[in-house]
């Protein structure tokens, strides 16, 4: 997630190199270590809001972030701006609960066994920085883990509704996309939940575990992904689980993923994405933040209402600003977003983009508030997706 980080790295002009101090590194070089390659004078084409397009190096961009300035990497899906996209969407309505029977009944079996056990194995990869090898491991060991769960939960009846694929990008992190294929055979809606699967610390090449930001919205939809499975989901309409690759460089791989669906004209009906879900402040009430800028009204009303009726605590409203996560890229798409995080913004993981982003750093990381956020994933699939009979 991009927010809330005032750190200024000034580069400096030395014959030094460190990987634990950046205010050495020079401008003119390319960096080398064992865990990355990386050409910090490569050009990137950086969206900020309010302003042109600025070419910058990968150094610059790196600065920029730390800076805590949203912004979308462009660099490589310049159409999605000149798509300009606007989709009418008037016809979609997005109603008030009513599969309370089926929803419930698969909430039952929500457990946090497996997200504390997932996350467990998930942070312990140094850093899940896009461009770096581990990386590119921890997003083989996620795509390994959803087969495994795939495969030891599903029916008969949905194995030939269910795929798993990587949607490639240059950098080498995929992001991974599971398609449970509706059932009907009129209404080509797609449902979409999403996070985001890399991590990042301040000045990339330092540890960066990631366990809030995002590894708690990765193991939260994940969970939810589960418990579908086994419960035989066969949705109406076409739902999808999203991991997407290299959020924290700009939401590189939301963008991308966004403009091959609108290139193809994929009917997306909603999008929702879950980033950081762990955390509660010491002091403050159990909710769920609600993300009120940058996403569409009418979705962002009914994911309140689902909140209303299937969680055990209340939501709050809040914002994060431009280009703060995944979400964004769909709405910059022209596609009804909405996002979810784990408080207001003021109260969320003052860990998050530091080797700090541990499970184990506070008794405020709780897993019991994350599997409210499963709960959420799993309301908003079966709500929007429909259960045939």
């Known amino acids: 997630m991009n927010i809330f980080f005032a750190v200024l790295f000034t580069a400096c002009a030395s014959a030094a190199v460190s990987v634990s101090d950046p205010f050495q590194l020079p401008f003119n070089t390319e960096f080398s270590h064992p865990d990355f390659y990386l050409d910090l004078n490569a050009s990137r084409l950086v969206q900020m809001e309010a302003k042109a397009p600025v070419w910058m190096t990968e150094l610059e961009k790196i600065q920029v972030k730390a800076q805590g300035i949203p912004f979308f990497d462009i660099t490589e899906t310049q159409e999605l701006e000149s798509l300009n996209c606007i989709v009418d969407m008037s016809t979609v309505s997005f109603p008030s609960p009513n599969m309370t029977e089926k929803v419930k009944h698969v909430l039952k079996t929500l457990s946090t066994r497996d997200p504390m056990e997932n996350l467990q194995i998930f942070t312990n990869f140094r850093t899940r920085h896009y461009l770096s090898h581990t990386g590119r491991k921890s997003q083989q060991w996620l795509l390994s883990r959803i087969g495994q769960i795939t495969a030891s939960g599903l029916s008969v009846g949905l194995q ?32 979409i939940i999403g996070a985001h699967q890399d991590s990042t610390n301040r000045w990339p090449f330092w540890a960066a575990p990631g366990a809030d930001d995002d590894g708690s919205g990765t193991v939260a939809i994940l969970e939810a992904y589960r418990a579908l499975i086994i419960a035989d989901f066969r949705p109406l309409r076409t739902v999808e689980f999203h991991w997407y690759s290299a959020e924290e460089g700009g939401l590189l791989g939301s963008r991308a993923v966004a403009l091959d669906y609108r290139k193809r004209s994929v009917n997306v ?121």
């Not at 995929?174 to 080509?188: E, P």
């Not at 762990?278 to 933040?289: D, P």
């Not at 596609?335 to 995080?341: E, Q, V």
Request: with cysteine; glycine share 8%; hydrophobic share 35%.
């Open 269 to 389: 009906l909603a999008m929702s994405q879950f980033d950081m879900t762990a955390w509660v402040k010491e002091g403050t009430r159990e909710e769920v933040g609600v993300i009120t800028d940058f996403t569409d009204d009418r979705l962002t009303t009914f994911g309140m209402g689902l909140i209303e009726t299937y969680l055990d605590i209340p939501h709050t409203k809040t914002k994060c600003g431009y280009a703060c996560s995944d979400h964004a890229s769909w709405r910059l798409a022209g596609y009804p977003s909405a996002f979810f995080m784990e408080s207001s913004t003021e109260n969320a993981n003052p860990y998050r983009h530091t080797a700090k982003d541990r499970i184990d750093i506070s008794g405020e990381f709780s897993f019991t508030h994350l599997l409210e956020f499963s709960k959420l994933a799993v309301a908003f699939a079966i709500e929007l997706g429909g259960w045939t009979k």
């Open 160 to 191: 030939d509704r269910i795929s798993l694929t990587e949607f490639p990008h240059s950098w080498g992190q995929n992001t991974i996309i599971v398609r449970i294929k509706g059932f009907s055979t009129q209404d080509d809606g797609v449902v």
